[in-house]
């Protein structure tokens, strides 16, 4: 075997072992499953709030206008 060689499989060792040492960090540091279903949780909270404001909101635009102060008064007074 040539120095050349031998410089060319040393080089492309060194390559090949610090991509799969970046390749085990990457995995290492990846989102865990419990991470992933509190933030499933999370979104589903938030999810049924908004809809609950929407439907809210809905309601007001179809009541009568004397309704409408009612319910901004109400809803001004609980915070939703």
Same mark, same amino acid.
């Given at each position: 075997?040539?120095?050349?060689?031998? &410089?060319?499989?040393?080089? &492309?060792? *060194?390559?090949? *072992?610090e991509a799969w040492r970046h390749h085990?960090?990457?995995?290492?540091?990846g989102v865990k499953a419990d991470e992933?279903?509190?933030?499933?949780?999370q979104i589903d909270r938030v999810d049924? =709030?908004? %809809?609950? %404001?929407?439907?809210?909101? =809905? /309601?007001?635009?179809?009541? %009568? $206008?004397?309704?409408?102060? $009612? $319910?901004?008064? /109400?809803?001004? /007074?609980? *915070?939703?």
């Amino acid at each position: 075997m040539s120095m050349w060689t031998a &410089i060319v499989l040393i080089v &492309i060792a *060194g390559i090949v *072992g610090e991509a799969w040492r970046h390749h085990v960090k990457a995995r290492a540091s990846g989102v865990k499953a419990d991470e992933i279903d509190a933030l499933k949780k999370q979104i589903d909270r938030v999810d049924s =709030e908004l %809809r609950e %404001r929407i439907q809210t909101l =809905e /309601r007001i635009v179809t009541d %009568r $206008q004397e309704d409408l102060k $009612q $319910q901004f008064d /109400r809803m001004e /007074r609980t *915070g939703s």
